[in-house]
């Protein structure tokens, strides 16, 4: 520890700092964790979710389904999104110490790919962090450079050659020009410290940085998209996430 002095006492005590919580981007705390990462079999950090390979990405490509179609010979089981098999401080060890005792580089390969952990993490010796909840995924990432920007390539019926299926959440063409529109004349006279020029989303959106997610869909999408679906529980589900993101935001929470 750092000797450090007490006004208050009078006496000298040694300060001892403790890391409980690491923020960082995706592909950092990845790396610190030693995982093989998001485009891996088993990509997630926080849960034991396996990938599925998606045959139109020439088989380099995974994605992690919640729901599985229910076919013959389908051996990747639906999950429940509030049970999820979670990852564990104790498993996360476990794995790493299986791969280290392992006696050929091939058996080690192999128990990285099927559990997504290369081995032990590179903070390994701070005792105080728990690998499984220490390192939490950031707000800005999760939500700016991922789920929104997702969203709307699905509502625009641009997300990688998939369509709706049996839902019907897609945003026709022209209604997505008159949303650009709208979105145009609501920020025209805001000062650019709060917003920066928020381009045509219609057209292509590949140039938002996160200022312009975090301000389009938080302030001008709940009314902009209003009556914009066939389906009420799309817009809804909208008006919840906006609610649920401006109170992680809060300074405060009481």
């Known amino acids: ?4 002095f007490n006004a208050h006492t009078k006496n000298s005590f040694n300060l001892h700092a403790y890391i409980i919580f690491k923020y960082s981007d995706i592909i950092a705390i990845e790396k610190l964790l030693n995982l093989k ?23 380099k490509v995974y994605y992690t389904p919640l729901h599985t179609p229910d076919v013959l010979h389908q051996s990747h089981q639906s999950l429940n999104p509030w049970n999820l098999p979670m990852h564990t401080h104790c498993k996360i060890l476990q794995t790493a110490n299986s791969i280290a005792d392992a006696p050929t580089k091939c058996q080690k390969q192999c128990l990285a790919k099927e559990s997504g952990i290369k081995g032990f993490p590179s903070l390994q010796q701070v005792g105080s962090l728990d690998y499984a909840r220490s390192l939490p995924w950031d707000w800005m990432h999760l939500f700016l450079k991922n789920v929104i920007p997702t969203l709307v390539s699905h509502w625009s019926d641009s997300f990688k050659n998939l ?6 959440y897609v945003i026709p063409c022209a209604t997505w020009e008159e949303i650009s529109e709208e979105t145009a004349h609501a920020i025209k006279d805001i000062p650019s410290s709060f917003v920066c020029v928020i381009r045509n989303i219609a057209k292509d959106h590949s140039n938002f940085t996160t200022e312009s997610w975090d301000f389009w869909f938080m302030h001008i999408a709940p009314f902009v998209l209003h009556g914009c679906f066939l389906n009420e529980k799309y817009y809804v589900h909208i008006c919840k996430l906006v609610d649920l993101m401006k109170v992680m935001i809060k300074f405060k929470l009481t």
């Open 1 to 4: 520890g750092v000797s450090i």
């Open 37 to 59: 990462g998001h485009n891996s079999h088993f990509p997630c950090r926080s849960c034991e979710i396996q990938g599925v390979c998606n045959i139109t990405g020439r088989g």
């Open 163 to 168: 369509n709706s299926g049996v839902e019907d």
